[in-house]
Protein backbone atom coordinates (compact mmCIF):
# COMPACT_ATOMS: atom_id res chain seq x y z
CA UNK A 1 0.00 0.00 0.00
CA UNK A 2 0.95 3.53 -1.05
CA UNK A 3 2.19 5.76 1.52
CA UNK A 4 0.60 8.92 1.19
CA UNK A 5 3.85 10.86 0.35
CA UNK A 6 4.23 8.57 -2.47
CA UNK A 7 0.36 8.90 -3.45
CA UNK A 8 1.18 12.82 -3.73
CA UNK A 9 4.39 12.24 -5.31
CA UNK A 10 2.74 10.07 -8.18
CA UNK A 11 0.04 12.22 -8.54
CA UNK A 12 2.18 15.17 -9.20
CA UNK A 13 5.10 13.77 -11.20
CA UNK A 14 5.00 15.77 -14.46
CA UNK A 15 4.79 18.85 -11.79
CA UNK A 16 7.77 21.39 -11.77
CA UNK A 17 8.07 22.59 -7.67
CA UNK A 18 7.59 25.26 -6.39
CA UNK A 19 3.90 24.64 -6.70
CA UNK A 20 0.64 24.30 -4.32
CA UNK A 21 -1.45 21.38 -4.07
CA UNK A 22 -5.20 20.54 -2.38
CA UNK A 23 -5.77 17.00 -1.29
CA UNK A 24 -9.38 16.92 -1.77
CA UNK A 25 -10.06 13.43 -0.28
CA UNK A 26 -8.57 15.66 2.58
CA UNK A 27 -10.59 18.36 1.80
CA UNK A 28 -13.96 16.41 1.85
CA UNK A 29 -13.22 14.43 4.91
CA UNK A 30 -12.57 17.68 7.02
CA UNK A 31 -15.78 18.73 5.82
CA UNK A 32 -17.74 16.59 6.88
CA UNK A 33 -16.01 16.86 10.43
CA UNK A 34 -16.64 20.18 10.53
CA UNK A 35 -20.92 19.53 9.74
CA UNK A 36 -20.57 16.43 12.14
CA UNK A 37 -19.43 19.48 15.43
CA UNK A 38 -21.93 21.71 14.07
CA UNK A 39 -25.79 20.61 15.33
CA UNK A 40 -26.82 21.34 12.46
CA UNK A 41 -26.17 24.41 12.00
CA UNK A 42 -25.38 25.66 8.54
CA UNK A 43 -21.86 26.59 7.84
CA UNK A 44 -21.24 30.17 5.95
CA UNK A 45 -17.65 29.43 4.54
CA UNK A 46 -14.60 31.95 5.19
CA UNK A 47 -13.20 32.85 1.68
CA UNK A 48 -10.20 34.20 3.30
CA UNK A 49 -9.17 31.11 3.93
CA UNK A 50 -9.77 29.34 0.93
CA UNK A 51 -9.03 32.52 -1.60
CA UNK A 52 -9.76 29.90 -4.77
CA UNK A 53 -13.69 30.08 -6.27
CA UNK A 54 -13.42 26.66 -7.78
CA UNK A 55 -12.46 25.80 -4.28
CA UNK A 56 -15.41 27.97 -2.78
CA UNK A 57 -17.93 26.23 -5.11
CA UNK A 58 -16.69 22.69 -3.97
CA UNK A 59 -17.08 23.59 -0.30
CA UNK A 60 -20.42 25.47 -0.80
CA UNK A 61 -21.55 22.20 -3.18
CA UNK A 62 -21.56 20.01 0.08
CA UNK A 63 -24.09 19.21 2.80
CA UNK A 64 -24.07 21.95 5.29
CA UNK A 65 -22.80 24.91 3.79
CA UNK A 66 -24.27 27.76 2.53
CA UNK A 67 -23.35 31.35 2.00
CA UNK A 68 -19.94 32.75 2.12
CA UNK A 69 -18.09 35.24 4.58
CA UNK A 70 -15.81 37.82 2.65
CA UNK A 71 -13.29 39.47 3.96
CA UNK A 72 -13.11 43.00 1.86
CA UNK A 73 -16.13 44.65 0.09
CA UNK A 74 -13.75 44.63 -3.58
CA UNK A 75 -13.59 41.00 -3.27
CA UNK A 76 -17.38 40.33 -2.78
CA UNK A 77 -18.56 42.71 -5.40
CA UNK A 78 -16.19 40.74 -7.32
CA UNK A 79 -17.74 37.34 -5.82
CA UNK A 80 -21.08 38.49 -7.05
CA UNK A 81 -20.82 39.99 -10.30
CA UNK A 82 -18.42 38.29 -11.90
CA UNK A 83 -19.73 34.39 -11.03
CA UNK A 84 -23.54 35.28 -9.93
CA UNK A 85 -24.54 31.56 -9.05
CA UNK A 86 -21.23 31.22 -6.87
CA UNK A 87 -23.76 32.24 -3.86
CA UNK A 88 -26.96 34.18 -3.30
CA UNK A 89 -25.74 35.45 0.46
CA UNK A 90 -22.25 36.96 0.80
CA UNK A 91 -21.03 38.86 3.94
CA UNK A 92 -18.33 40.60 4.57
CA UNK A 93 -16.62 40.12 8.00
CA UNK A 94 -15.01 43.35 8.46
CA UNK A 95 -15.94 47.05 8.29
CA UNK A 96 -14.72 48.95 4.93
CA UNK A 97 -14.57 52.70 4.52
CA UNK A 98 -13.81 52.09 0.52
CA UNK A 99 -15.87 54.29 -0.99
CA UNK A 100 -15.27 53.66 -4.76
CA UNK A 101 -16.43 49.86 -3.39
CA UNK A 102 -19.35 51.60 -1.84
CA UNK A 103 -20.44 53.67 -4.64
CA UNK A 104 -19.85 50.27 -7.05
CA UNK A 105 -21.76 48.06 -4.49
CA UNK A 106 -24.87 50.94 -4.57
CA UNK A 107 -24.64 51.42 -8.06
CA UNK A 108 -25.29 47.55 -8.46
CA UNK A 109 -28.80 46.22 -7.67
CA UNK A 110 -27.29 42.41 -8.36
CA UNK A 111 -25.01 42.97 -5.63
CA UNK A 112 -26.85 44.94 -2.99
CA UNK A 113 -29.38 42.22 -3.05
CA UNK A 114 -26.69 39.43 -1.65
CA UNK A 115 -24.19 41.08 0.03
CA UNK A 116 -24.35 42.25 3.25
CA UNK A 117 -22.07 45.09 5.04
CA UNK A 118 -20.43 44.58 8.45
CA UNK A 119 -20.79 47.36 10.93
CA UNK A 120 -20.10 48.60 14.76
CA UNK A 121 -19.76 52.08 14.65
CA UNK A 122 -22.60 55.13 13.85
CA UNK A 123 -19.48 56.23 11.51
CA UNK A 124 -20.16 53.20 9.46
CA UNK A 125 -23.68 53.94 9.08
CA UNK A 126 -22.68 57.42 7.88
CA UNK A 127 -20.50 56.53 5.52
CA UNK A 128 -22.52 54.18 3.93
CA UNK A 129 -25.46 56.67 4.36
CA UNK A 130 -24.01 59.36 2.59
CA UNK A 131 -22.94 57.33 -0.35
CA UNK A 132 -26.11 55.81 -0.99
CA UNK A 133 -27.20 59.78 -0.96
CA UNK A 134 -24.90 61.01 -3.19
CA UNK A 135 -24.69 57.69 -5.87
CA UNK A 136 -28.31 57.47 -6.05
CA UNK A 137 -30.82 59.70 -4.57
CA UNK A 138 -34.49 59.30 -4.52
CA UNK A 139 -36.69 55.87 -4.15
CA UNK A 140 -34.68 53.92 -6.88
CA UNK A 141 -31.74 53.31 -4.50
CA UNK A 142 -31.22 49.82 -2.97
CA UNK A 143 -31.05 49.50 0.37
CA UNK A 144 -27.82 48.37 1.73
CA UNK A 145 -27.79 45.34 3.75
CA UNK A 146 -26.10 45.85 6.65
CA UNK A 147 -24.74 43.27 9.98
CA UNK A 148 -23.76 44.27 13.51
CA UNK A 149 -20.16 43.04 14.90
CA UNK A 150 -20.55 42.15 18.43
CA UNK A 151 -17.39 41.82 20.82
CA UNK A 152 -16.71 38.09 21.99
CA UNK A 153 -13.56 38.49 23.87
CA UNK A 154 -14.01 37.59 27.67
CA UNK A 155 -13.43 40.52 30.14
CA UNK A 156 -13.60 38.36 33.59
CA UNK A 157 -11.94 42.10 35.29
CA UNK A 158 -13.09 44.70 32.94
CA UNK A 159 -11.65 46.08 29.64
CA UNK A 160 -8.20 45.93 31.49
CA UNK A 161 -8.29 42.07 30.97
CA UNK A 162 -9.05 40.93 27.71
CA UNK A 163 -8.66 37.70 26.50
CA UNK A 164 -9.39 37.56 22.63
CA UNK A 165 -8.88 40.06 19.79
CA UNK A 166 -9.66 43.97 19.93
CA UNK A 167 -12.80 44.06 17.32
CA UNK A 168 -15.83 45.56 18.02
CA UNK A 169 -16.79 48.31 20.68
CA UNK A 170 -19.76 46.80 21.10
CA UNK A 171 -19.95 44.59 24.09
CA UNK A 172 -23.65 44.84 25.85
CA UNK A 173 -27.35 44.60 24.76
CA UNK A 174 -27.61 48.24 25.29
CA UNK A 175 -25.03 49.23 23.21
CA UNK A 176 -26.43 46.60 20.53
CA UNK A 177 -29.91 47.80 20.82
CA UNK A 178 -28.57 51.30 19.99
CA UNK A 179 -26.48 50.67 16.89
CA UNK A 180 -29.61 48.25 15.93
CA UNK A 181 -32.29 51.97 16.54
CA UNK A 182 -29.14 53.51 15.00
CA UNK A 183 -29.37 51.84 11.94
CA UNK A 184 -33.46 51.15 11.25
CA UNK A 185 -33.80 55.55 11.80
CA UNK A 186 -31.81 55.48 8.25
CA UNK A 187 -33.89 54.43 5.50
CA UNK A 188 -31.06 53.69 3.20
CA UNK A 189 -30.08 50.70 5.43
CA UNK A 190 -31.40 47.37 6.52
CA UNK A 191 -30.44 45.49 9.46
CA UNK A 192 -29.72 41.61 8.70
CA UNK A 193 -27.90 40.01 11.19
CA UNK A 194 -25.59 40.21 14.02
CA UNK A 195 -22.18 38.85 14.45
CA UNK A 196 -19.88 37.59 17.22
CA UNK A 197 -16.45 35.85 16.55
CA UNK A 198 -14.83 34.22 19.53
CA UNK A 199 -11.45 33.95 18.30
CA UNK A 200 -9.86 33.02 21.35
CA UNK A 201 -12.16 29.99 21.33
CA UNK A 202 -12.32 28.91 17.80
CA UNK A 203 -8.64 30.01 16.53
CA UNK A 204 -6.69 28.79 19.53
CA UNK A 205 -5.75 25.01 19.85
CA UNK A 206 -6.76 23.74 23.58
CA UNK A 207 -3.71 21.49 23.81
CA UNK A 208 -0.98 23.27 22.98
CA UNK A 209 2.26 20.19 22.97
CA UNK A 210 4.44 20.17 25.88
CA UNK A 211 2.38 22.69 27.57
CA UNK A 212 0.25 20.87 30.00
CA UNK A 213 -0.01 22.92 32.68
CA UNK A 214 -0.56 25.85 30.04
CA UNK A 215 -3.32 23.43 27.85
CA UNK A 216 -5.46 22.48 31.20
CA UNK A 217 -5.08 26.60 31.90
CA UNK A 218 -6.33 27.78 28.54
CA UNK A 219 -9.09 25.33 28.40
CA UNK A 220 -10.41 26.48 31.63
CA UNK A 221 -10.46 30.30 30.08
CA UNK A 222 -11.83 28.92 27.00
CA UNK A 223 -14.87 27.08 28.72
CA UNK A 224 -15.56 30.42 31.03
CA UNK A 225 -15.68 32.25 28.02
CA UNK A 226 -18.01 30.75 26.15
CA UNK A 227 -20.81 30.25 29.20
CA UNK A 228 -20.37 33.51 29.56
CA UNK A 229 -20.22 34.81 25.81
CA UNK A 230 -23.59 31.98 24.94
CA UNK A 231 -25.05 34.18 28.24
CA UNK A 232 -24.00 37.70 26.38
CA UNK A 233 -25.39 36.94 22.55
CA UNK A 234 -28.05 35.31 24.02
CA UNK A 235 -29.23 38.92 25.79
CA UNK A 236 -27.90 41.15 22.81
CA UNK A 237 -29.77 39.07 20.34
CA UNK A 238 -33.22 39.25 22.36
CA UNK A 239 -32.37 43.20 22.76
CA UNK A 240 -31.49 43.45 19.04
CA UNK A 241 -34.76 41.66 17.99
CA UNK A 242 -36.60 43.72 20.30
CA UNK A 243 -35.69 46.77 17.78
CA UNK A 244 -36.17 45.21 14.65
CA UNK A 245 -35.93 41.24 13.35
CA UNK A 246 -32.63 39.99 11.71
CA UNK A 247 -32.43 37.57 9.27
CA UNK A 248 -29.54 35.81 10.97
CA UNK A 249 -27.22 35.11 14.18
CA UNK A 250 -23.76 34.16 13.20
CA UNK A 251 -21.09 32.93 15.46
CA UNK A 252 -18.59 30.16 15.67
CA UNK A 253 -14.96 29.28 13.94
CA UNK A 254 -13.13 26.10 12.98
CA UNK A 255 -12.10 25.59 16.68
CA UNK A 256 -15.64 26.05 18.34
CA UNK A 257 -18.57 24.76 15.89
CA UNK A 258 -18.80 22.21 18.64
CA UNK A 259 -19.40 24.78 21.06
CA UNK A 260 -21.32 27.84 19.48
CA UNK A 261 -23.24 25.50 17.30
CA UNK A 262 -25.19 24.36 20.85
CA UNK A 263 -26.43 28.03 21.14
CA UNK A 264 -29.78 28.40 20.38
CA UNK A 265 -29.99 32.37 19.65
CA UNK A 266 -27.33 31.24 16.85
CA UNK A 267 -28.34 30.66 13.93
CA UNK A 268 -25.74 29.48 11.72
CA UNK A 269 -21.65 29.16 12.08
CA UNK A 270 -18.52 30.56 9.68
CA UNK A 271 -15.49 28.05 9.41
CA UNK A 272 -12.80 28.35 6.45
CA UNK A 273 -9.47 27.16 8.06
CA UNK A 274 -10.40 23.52 9.01
CA UNK A 275 -11.21 22.84 4.88
CA UNK A 276 -7.64 23.30 4.56
CA UNK A 277 -6.38 22.25 8.12
CA UNK A 278 -2.73 24.60 8.08
CA UNK A 279 -0.82 23.27 11.11
CA UNK A 280 -1.62 26.12 13.47
CA UNK A 281 -5.06 23.97 13.49
CA UNK A 282 -3.67 20.57 15.48
CA UNK A 283 -3.83 20.88 18.71
CA UNK A 284 -7.31 21.02 19.54
CA UNK A 285 -9.06 18.18 21.36
CA UNK A 286 -11.90 18.03 20.03
CA UNK A 287 -11.20 17.48 16.02
CA UNK A 288 -8.27 16.41 14.28
CA UNK A 289 -8.65 17.47 10.43
CA UNK A 290 -6.51 15.86 7.61
CA UNK A 291 -3.83 18.45 5.82
CA UNK A 292 -5.36 18.99 2.55
CA UNK A 293 -3.64 22.30 1.42
CA UNK A 294 0.30 21.63 0.86
CA UNK A 295 3.23 23.11 -0.88
CA UNK A 296 6.17 20.88 -2.72
CA UNK A 297 9.46 22.26 -2.46
CA UNK A 298 12.88 21.55 -4.41
CA UNK A 299 15.64 20.04 -3.34
CA UNK A 300 18.34 22.11 -4.99
CA UNK A 301 21.46 22.02 -2.66
CA UNK A 302 22.81 19.30 -0.58
CA UNK A 303 25.18 21.00 1.91
CA UNK A 304 26.09 18.62 4.12
CA UNK A 305 25.74 15.27 5.41
CA UNK A 306 22.14 15.38 7.01
CA UNK A 307 21.08 19.01 6.02
CA UNK A 308 19.31 19.52 2.28
CA UNK A 309 18.60 23.05 1.14
CA UNK A 310 14.93 23.53 -1.00
CA UNK A 311 14.32 26.63 -3.19
CA UNK A 312 11.97 29.21 -1.49
CA UNK A 313 9.91 28.44 1.42
CA UNK A 314 9.70 31.59 3.40
CA UNK A 315 6.03 32.07 3.59
CA UNK A 316 5.39 33.26 7.72
CA UNK A 317 1.88 33.43 8.67
CA UNK A 318 0.03 36.73 9.55
CA UNK A 319 -0.59 37.39 13.48
CA UNK A 320 2.10 37.54 16.57
CA UNK A 321 5.43 36.96 15.70
CA UNK A 322 6.46 34.01 17.15
CA UNK A 323 7.85 30.34 16.35
CA UNK A 324 4.23 29.06 15.04
CA UNK A 325 4.09 31.73 12.09
CA UNK A 326 6.65 29.75 9.26
CA UNK A 327 5.33 26.78 7.50
CA UNK A 328 6.35 23.28 8.77
CA UNK A 329 8.20 20.59 6.64
CA UNK A 330 5.49 17.62 6.39
CA UNK A 331 7.04 15.00 4.23
CA UNK A 332 9.24 13.48 4.83
CA UNK A 333 9.62 13.05 8.18
CA UNK A 334 11.60 14.49 10.48
CA UNK A 335 13.12 17.61 8.83
CA UNK A 336 13.48 20.50 10.79
CA UNK A 337 14.77 24.06 10.29
CA UNK A 338 18.15 25.78 11.00
CA UNK A 339 18.08 27.59 14.51
CA UNK A 340 20.27 30.09 12.26
CA UNK A 341 18.27 30.35 9.51
CA UNK A 342 14.69 28.93 9.34
CA UNK A 343 12.48 29.56 6.19
CA UNK A 344 14.72 31.24 3.80
CA UNK A 345 13.40 34.18 0.82
CA UNK A 346 15.19 32.28 -1.65
CA UNK A 347 16.46 29.04 0.06
CA UNK A 348 15.74 27.17 2.95
CA UNK A 349 18.00 24.70 4.44
CA UNK A 350 16.01 21.85 6.40
CA UNK A 351 17.89 19.62 8.99
CA UNK A 352 17.77 15.85 9.91
CA UNK A 353 17.53 12.35 9.02
CA UNK A 354 15.49 12.13 6.92
CA UNK A 355 17.92 14.87 4.28
CA UNK A 356 19.89 11.75 4.35
CA UNK A 357 17.57 9.99 1.96
CA UNK A 358 16.92 13.01 -0.21
CA UNK A 359 18.37 13.60 -3.62
CA UNK A 360 18.91 16.48 -5.45
CA UNK A 361 15.49 16.94 -7.39
CA UNK A 362 13.21 15.51 -5.30
CA UNK A 363 10.50 18.01 -3.20
CA UNK A 364 9.83 18.02 0.60
CA UNK A 365 6.00 18.65 1.12
CA UNK A 366 5.35 21.84 3.70
CA UNK A 367 2.31 23.17 5.47
CA UNK A 368 1.84 26.45 5.90
CA UNK A 369 0.23 27.95 9.17
CA UNK A 370 -2.67 29.22 8.39
CA UNK A 371 -5.14 28.56 5.27
CA UNK A 372 -5.60 30.98 2.46
CA UNK A 373 -2.15 33.01 2.71
CA UNK A 374 -0.79 30.34 0.83
CA UNK A 375 -2.20 30.95 -1.88
CA UNK A 376 -0.85 34.72 -2.12
CA UNK A 377 1.99 32.80 -2.97
CA UNK A 378 0.90 30.44 -5.96
CA UNK A 379 -1.21 31.60 -8.96
CA UNK A 380 -2.97 27.60 -9.22
CA UNK A 381 -3.70 25.09 -6.72
CA UNK A 382 -3.33 21.57 -8.35
CA UNK A 383 -6.10 18.98 -6.96
CA UNK A 384 -5.46 15.64 -6.47
CA UNK A 385 -7.31 12.78 -4.69
CA UNK A 386 -5.62 10.49 -2.31
CA UNK A 387 -8.42 8.02 -1.90
CA UNK A 388 -8.26 7.48 -5.81
CA UNK A 389 -4.39 7.96 -6.61
CA UNK A 390 -5.86 10.48 -9.54
CA UNK A 391 -4.74 14.08 -10.64
CA UNK A 392 -7.43 16.30 -11.01
CA UNK A 393 -6.44 19.56 -12.52
CA UNK A 394 -5.68 22.79 -11.69
CA UNK A 395 -7.67 25.62 -10.64
CA UNK A 396 -6.74 29.37 -9.88
CA UNK A 397 -6.04 30.92 -6.56
CA UNK A 398 -7.29 34.09 -6.37
CA UNK A 399 -3.81 35.81 -7.24
CA UNK A 400 -4.17 33.48 -10.29
CA UNK A 401 -7.35 35.52 -11.44
CA UNK A 402 -5.16 38.53 -10.99
CA UNK A 403 -7.33 39.46 -7.68
CA UNK A 404 -4.97 40.45 -4.21
CA UNK A 405 -7.74 42.29 -1.97
CA UNK A 406 -5.27 42.92 1.08
Known amino acids: MKSQREKYEAATRELQAPFAMVDLAAFRANATGLTQRAHGRPIRVASKSLRSRELLRQALALP ?38 LAELVRTPQAARVI ?13 TATVREVAPGPEAPRIRVCLDIDASWQPLGPNLRVGAHRSPIRTPAQAAELARAVVARPELELDG ?93 FRGRPAALFALPVVRRPAPGVVTVLGGGYPASGAAD ?73 PTYRGEGRTFL
Not at 116 to 128: E, G, K, N, R
Open 64 to 101: GYSGVMAFTLPEALWLATDDPTLSDDILVAYPTTDRPA
Open 116 to 128: TLMVDDTAHLDLI
Open 194 to 286: IMAYEGQIAGVGDAPPGRPFYGRLLRTVQRRSAIELAKRRAAITRAVRAVADVRFVNGGGTGSLHTTGRERAVTELAAGSGLYQPHLFDHYRS
Open 323 to 395: AHRPPIPYLPEGLSYSATEGAGEVQTPLLGEAARTLSIGDRVWMRHAKAGELCERFDVLHLIDSDTGAYEGAV
